[in-house]
């Protein structure tokens, strides 16, 4: 008896983003460095979602901006994070997606629609990401603005 493949192929090809090849740490770097190293970072922690509970400060600011949206195909990012914020000191950082704000998913919306959520609220429940790599991906397709 053969077996034949009968699987079907999809009409629709997917651009979806894919992770870049691991990349083993550099041999000067000793492993008992690697976790404070900046040019390696074997933390996995790093990489999982967050929530972060994010209050605007006296001057009526977030201390972050974004970019992105569904248009890029990539997600929203936070690009920059203002030092000495509440953001910066929550640990936000540019490179983070943003997965949900208040609870509403962010998978799906439009980078206007986020602008307004953010404006919306006096403190914010964020869920994030640190994802460097879909963000580069993003820059790259959007360009740097």
């Not at 209050?55 to 201390?63: A, C, M, S, T, V």
């Not at 195909?73 to 943003?98: F, H, M, N, P, Q």
């Not at 429940?125 to 959007?142: A, I, N, S, T, W």
């Amino acid at each position: 008896m053969t077996w034949k493949n009968k699987s079907k192929k999809s009409s629709s090809s997917s651009s979806a983003p894919t992770l870049p090849p691991y990349h083993y740490p550099p041999k000067w770097v000793p492993a008992s460095e690697r976790c404070n190293n900046p040019n390696y970072n074997n933390n996995l922690i790093t990489f999982l979602p967050r929530t972060v509970h994010l209050k605007r400060d006296k001057n009526n600011l977030l201390g972050l901006f974004i970019r992105g949206g569904p248009e890029s195909e990539y997600g929203v990012y936070i690009s920059v994070v203002k030092e000495d914020t509440e953001a910066a000191k929550l640990g936000l950082k540019s490179g983070d997606k943003i997965l949900s704000i208040n609870n509403l998913d962010c998978s799906d919306v439009a980078h206007d629609k986020v602008v307004s959520l953010l404006q919306q609220s006096e403190s914010l429940e964020l869920k994030v990401q640190y994802f460097p790599h879909g963000y580069q991906l993003q820059r790259e397709r959007v360009g740097m603005i």
